[in-house]
């Protein structure tokens, strides 16, 4: 097989396009597969310059700085599918010598619906732990529930128990208010046989589908979500459920069920904490018991916060004897320091959460020594729930016991810091890039897909600056200096360069760090290119309602000027038949008779004349057929010639067509063949009595536009006197018997009806050129 027959070979089974380019954007050689459908290319390529396809502004530029660089280069564009959604798209360009390169265009759309999902998915997950962070109890549960009723846009939640055939709500609320704990049946709810991986999904009809249960009839609940929760010792049987409601249809949402297991996951450490905390109560009798049994320093303090009972081995160590301790403050054993910090930080949230554990004290022995203590208590309570007392203990640690467990715990902190500061950096929904002394060192997964590289090992070692748009590299270098230098944060939105060349809109907040010892920046950046791509749809809607109030505007003058015409050229005649009427009435002579009669059919012709015209300006303003069709421009003045044959004749006149730009328009059919009808025979009327009258029409088009050209060499027009008054109603420019001033006044009004522009160019005794410029189709 000889190396054609290789390379032939391998761009067969090659599906996506590959180009050869020279340094100019010129298209030498590209290979396309058969089944290659997801960019419309159909036209001859090669041959062609790329600066010639609309969605490839930059693509010369990339090209020119590929070879002059001598590396890969990567940019991006996105053209509309038939369905009108975007499809994205890479092109990885390579130099192939010293002035040609390789193009590669691969298809990106399915990875750009992934970074939607992450972004949704990252916001959902600030939603859950948003209030819960610092509370702890029945607190904690109403936060959550609140939370999880924000989350999936609820209208109610609820974390309930089961007790016996019983659905016990432990906290009850809507996404903003906490209601009151309710109970009902479990049997005719959907929760009677609930197993581990359950979901409950019933987008509507609950009401329907769970008649007898009374929470949904009393709450109008027409769909939920549940998720059951387990203690931890025992994963078969549930001990609750954790349920969002709607009274209204819902759908559900990317990632929802990793929302509800980290839902359900803190729901239930919670409550599982919960209950330990009641069994510890319900075994107060046996732990009393050990008060005299065990060298521990136990004791007890009522509401007051006095001491009610102390163990043994707690008069021991501290030197006290029962009475001594018995009915005291429990504070005012402690040193100042410690008693402030006890009643102002601990003490508060120990009433909130009725338990603390190994809190650092100090406590003043009988005879005045300081001992370090680790102080824990929990609140125990009666059937009511009302307070009973608390039980404390106090570990006593010596100096080098007490810094062996701060150094043990501070390196357990700092390891655990460290692995969940290293997991929030790889799994962070927004792209972090780290760089120090121009070069980038670190740089996690999302940053990666932004930046749409293979791997990060493609981003270490490069400059930030080689993913800053050109236009901002000044603001960026200066900006980056401001963070080292004024050591503050600094948050805006720019264009990012990725790697295969495209440029997205990012909002980027750089931050000084400690990097390996070293001061580096940390930017933090997430994809904002569809919020900048509405700002700039809102700008192109506020520019077409301006187009409209200014097509208003002349529709509202036109009127006018018709309402003042009409009532002068009407007053005119009538005033006229008037007079002569009076005359009739007061000579009855013959002759007056006859004079009277002659001069009111003149004047009746006259005014029959001028509602004639006044009719077709009407018409022409408010007509009601103006429905676009295509139209072939040739046919239009084929008929029009064949109807004029007898002016042409008189005139020795002649008209050509030129329709080589285009011959079909999509237009009102009835409007072409006004506005063409009254400038040729314009032409023709007006024609210079030292040659014979000559009118083209020709179709030529400027930046994507469709323009109509009708071109005479008559009379010609003093622009300089009558420019302002070109078209307006009643508006002549020659003694001509058959001057009416109506026809251009007509075709200006269709032309701008339907968004339009028609000018003039003309000079006296070379003739007129009429451009019509037909806007968008």
């Given at each position: 097989?000889?190396?054609?027959?290789?390379?032939?070979?391998?761009?067969?089974?090659?599906?996506?396009?590959?180009?050869?380019?020279?340094?100019?954007?010129?298209?030498?050689?590209?290979?396309?597969?058969?089944?290659?459908?997801?960019?419309?290319?159909?036209?001859?390529?090669?041959?062609?310059?790329?600066?010639?396809?609309?969605?490839?502004?930059?693509?010369?530029?990339?090209?020119?700085?590929?070879?002059?660089?001598?590396?890969?280069?990567?940019?991006?564009?996105?053209?509309?599918?038939?369905?009108?959604?975007?499809?994205?798209?890479?092109?990885?360009?390579?130099?192939?010598?010293?002035?040609?390169?390789?193009?590669?265009?691969r298809e990106i759309t399915h990875r750009k619906k992934q970074e939607a999902e992450l972004i949704q998915?990252?916001?959902?997950?600030?939603?859950?732990?948003?209030?819960?962070?610092?509370?702890?109890?029945?607190?904690?549960?109403?936060?959550?529930?609140?939370?999880?009723?924000?989350?999936?846009?609820?209208?109610?939640?609820?974390?309930?128990?089961?007790?016996?055939?019983?659905?016990?709500?432990?906290?009850?609320?809507?996404?903003?208010?906490?209601?009151?704990?309710?109970?009902?049946?479990?049997?005719?709810?959907?929760?009677?046989?609930?197993?581990?991986?359950?979901?409950?999904?019933?987008?509507?009809?609950?009401?329907?589908?769970?008649?007898?249960?009374?929470?949904?009839?009393?709450?109008?609940?027409?769909?939920?979500?549940?998720?059951?929760?387990?203690?931890?010792?025992?994963?078969?049987?549930?001990?609750?459920?954790?349920?969002?409601?709607?009274?209204?249809?819902y759908h559900t949402f990317q990632h929802y069920e990793k929302i509800l297991k980290i839902f359900s996951?803190?729901?239930?450490?919670?409550?599982?904490?919960?209950?330990?905390?009641?069994?510890?109560?319900?075994?107060?009798?046996?732990?009393?018991?050990?008060?005299?049994?065990?060298?521990?320093?136990?004791?007890?303090?009522?509401?007051?916060?006095?001491?009610?009972?102390?163990?043994?081995?707690?008069?021991?160590?501290?030197?006290?004897?029962?009475?001594?301790?018995?009915?005291?403050?429990?504070?005012?054993?402690?040193?100042?320091?410690?008693?402030?910090?006890?009643?102002?930080?601990?003490?508060?949230?120990?009433?909130?959460?009725?338990?603390?554990?190994?809190?650092?004290?100090?406590?003043?022995?009988?005879?005045?020594?300081?001992?370090?203590?680790?102080?824990?208590?929990?609140?125990?309570?009666?059937?009511?729930?009302?307070?009973?007392?608390?039980?404390?203990?106090?570990?006593?640690?010596?100096?080098?016991?007490?810094?062996?467990?701060?150094?043990?715990?501070?390196?357990?902190?700092?390891?655990?810091?460290?692995?969940?500061?290293?997991?929030?950096?790889?799994?962070?929904?927004?792209?972090?890039?780290?760089?120090?002394?121009?070069?980038?060192?670190?740089?996690?997964?999302?940053?990666?897909?932004?930046?749409?590289?293979?791997?990060?090992?493609?981003?270490?070692?490069?400059?930030?600056?080689?993913?800053?748009?050109?236009?901002?590299?000044?603001?960026?270098?200066?900006?980056?200096?401001?963070?080292?230098?004024?050591?503050?944060?600094?948050?805006?939105?720019?264009?990012?360069?990725?790697?295969?060349?495209?440029?997205?809109?990012?909002?980027?907040?750089?931050?000084?760090?400690?990097?390996?010892?070293?001061?580096?920046?940390?930017?933090?950046?997430?994809?904002?290119?569809?919020?900048?791509?509405?700002?700039?749809?809102?700008?192109?809607?506020?520019?077409?309602?301006?187009?409209?109030?200014?097509?208003?505007?002349?529709?509202?003058?036109?009127?006018?000027?018709?309402a003042h015409i009409a009532s002068h050229n009407l007053r005119a005649p009538i005033t006229n038949m008037?007079?002569?009427?009076?005359?009739?009435?007061?000579?009855?002579?013959?002759?007056?008779?006859?004079?009277?009669?002659?001069?009111?059919?003149?004047?009746?012709?006259?005014?029959?004349?001028?509602?004639?015209?006044?009719?077709?300006?009407?018409?022409?303003?408010?007509?009601?057929?103006?429905?676009?069709?295509?139209?072939?421009?040739?046919?239009?003045?084929?008929?029009?010639?064949?109807?004029?044959?007898?002016?042409?004749?008189?005139?020795?006149?002649?008209?050509?067509?030129?329709?080589?730009?285009?011959?079909?328009?999509?237009?009102?059919?009835?409007?072409?063949?006004?506005?063409?009808?009254?400038?040729?025979?314009?032409?023709?009327?007006?024609?210079?009595?030292?040659?014979?009258?000559?009118?083209?029409?020709?179709?030529?088009?400027?930046?994507?536009?469709?323009?109509?050209?009708?071109?005479?060499?008559?009379?010609?027009?003093?622009?300089?006197?009558?420019?302002?008054?070109?078209?307006?109603?009643?508006?002549?420019?020659?003694?001509?018997?058959?001057?009416?001033?109506?026809?251009?006044?007509?075709?200006?009004?269709?032309?701008?009806?339907?968004?339009?522009?028609?000018?003039?160019?003309?000079?006296?005794?070379?003739?007129?050129?009429?451009?019509?410029?037909?806007?968008?189709?």
């Amino acid at each position: 097989m000889s190396e054609i027959d290789i390379q032939q070979s391998l761009l067969s089974i090659v599906k996506n396009p590959i180009f050869r380019i020279d340094k100019s954007g010129l298209i030498l050689e590209c290979h396309v597969h058969k089944d290659f459908d997801s960019l419309p290319i159909s036209e001859r390529l090669v041959g062609r310059n790329i600066d010639q396809f609309d969605y490839l502004p930059n693509g010369v530029d990339v090209v020119r700085f590929c070879l002059e660089n001598q590396k890969s280069e990567i940019t991006f564009f996105s053209v509309p599918d038939s369905d009108g959604a975007e499809k994205y798209f890479e092109v990885e360009i390579e130099p192939a010598s010293r002035s040609e390169v390789i193009a590669i265009v691969r298809e990106i759309t399915h990875r750009k619906k992934q970074e939607a999902e992450l972004i949704q998915y990252y916001n959902l997950i600030q939603n859950i732990y948003q209030g819960t962070a610092a509370s702890t109890g029945r607190t904690f549960l109403d936060h959550l529930t609140q939370q999880f009723c924000k989350a999936f846009n609820g209208d109610f939640s609820f974390i309930a128990l089961f007790e016996k055939k019983e659905l016990k709500m432990v906290s009850f609320s809507t996404h903003n208010k906490i209601l009151e704990q309710e109970s009902c049946g479990i049997e005719a709810s959907p929760f009677a046989n609930l197993h581990h991986e359950d979901i409950i999904s019933v987008s509507a009809d609950c009401q329907l589908v769970f008649p007898n249960f009374e929470l949904f009839q009393k709450r109008d609940i027409q769909g939920l979500i549940a998720v059951p929760l387990f203690y931890p010792e025992n994963n078969k049987k549930a001990a609750g459920v954790m349920c969002v409601m709607f009274q209204k249809y819902y759908h559900t949402f990317q990632h929802y069920e990793k929302i509800l297991k980290i839902f359900s996951t803190r729901a239930a450490t919670e409550l599982d904490r919960l209950r330990r905390t009641k069994q510890l109560e319900d075994s107060e009798e046996k732990f009393k018991a050990m008060y005299l049994n065990t060298p521990a320093l136990f004791n007890s303090v009522d509401a007051e916060g006095r001491i009610a009972e102390v163990g043994d081995y707690f008069l021991e160590a501290t030197g006290y004897t029962r009475e001594e301790v018995t009915g005291k403050m429990a504070f005012d054993f402690l040193t100042p320091e410690s008693k402030t910090y006890g009643l102002t930080k601990v003490f508060p949230e120990y009433v909130k959460t009725g338990y603390c554990k190994d809190i650092p004290f100090q406590f003043v022995k009988k005879n005045g020594e300081i001992m370090d203590v680790l102080f824990s208590s929990v609140v125990v309570k009666d059937k009511a729930g009302n307070f009973l007392k608390s039980l404390t203990s106090l570990q006593d640690v010596t100096d080098v016991n007490n810094r062996r467990r701060e150094i043990i715990r501070s390196e357990s902190k700092v390891s655990e810091d460290a692995q969940r500061l290293q997991s929030l950096f790889d799994h962070s929904p927004v792209g972090i890039i780290i760089h120090s002394k121009g070069v980038i060192k670190k740089i996690n997964a999302e940053a990666v897909r932004l930046t749409k590289a293979k791997s990060a090992k493609e981003i270490l070692g490069k400059s930030p600056m080689d993913f800053i748009h050109p236009d901002s590299h000044d603001v960026a270098s200066q900006r980056i200096h401001n963070i080292y230098t004024k050591k503050t944060a600094h948050k805006n939105e720019q264009k990012f360069v990725c790697m295969d060349g495209s440029v997205i809109w990012v909002e980027a907040m750089g931050t000084l760090i400690s990097f390996e010892g070293e001061p580096a920046v940390q930017i933090a950046i997430y994809d904002i290119t569809d919020r900048k791509l509405a700002q700039e749809k809102v700008l192109e809607n506020e520019k077409n309602l301006q187009s409209l109030n200014e097509h208003l505007t002349r529709q509202n003058n036109q009127l006018e000027e018709f309402a003042h015409i009409a009532s002068h050229n009407l007053r005119a005649p009538i005033t006229n038949m008037m007079s002569l009427i009076q005359i009739k009435e007061s000579d009855q002579d013959e002759a007056t008779e006859q004079f009277v009669w002659e001069n009111l059919k003149k004047g009746v012709a006259n005014l029959d004349e001028t509602i004639v015209e006044l009719n077709e300006v009407v018409k022409t303003s408010w007509e009601l057929d103006k429905r676009k069709r295509k139209v072939k421009l040739s046919r239009v003045l084929n008929k029009i010639l064949s109807s004029i044959k007898n002016e042409m004749l008189e005139t020795g006149g002649k008209v050509e067509g030129d329709f080589t730009a285009f011959d079909s328009i999509t237009y009102p059919k009835v409007y072409i063949e006004s506005i063409l009808i009254n400038l040729i025979t314009n032409g023709l009327k007006y024609a210079h009595p030292e040659r014979p009258p000559v009118v083209k029409v020709r179709t030529f088009i400027v930046s994507g536009i469709k323009c109509l050209e009708v071109k005479d060499n008559g009379l010609g027009i003093d622009l300089s006197k009558y420019k302002d008054k070109m078209f307006g109603l009643r508006k002549t420019f020659h003694n001509h018997p058959e001057a009416r001033g109506v026809g251009l006044f007509i075709t200006k009004a269709q032309v701008e009806s339907m968004g339009g522009a028609i000018r003039v160019e003309s000079k006296i005794g070379e003739g007129s050129n009429f451009i019509i410029n037909f806007g968008t189709e």
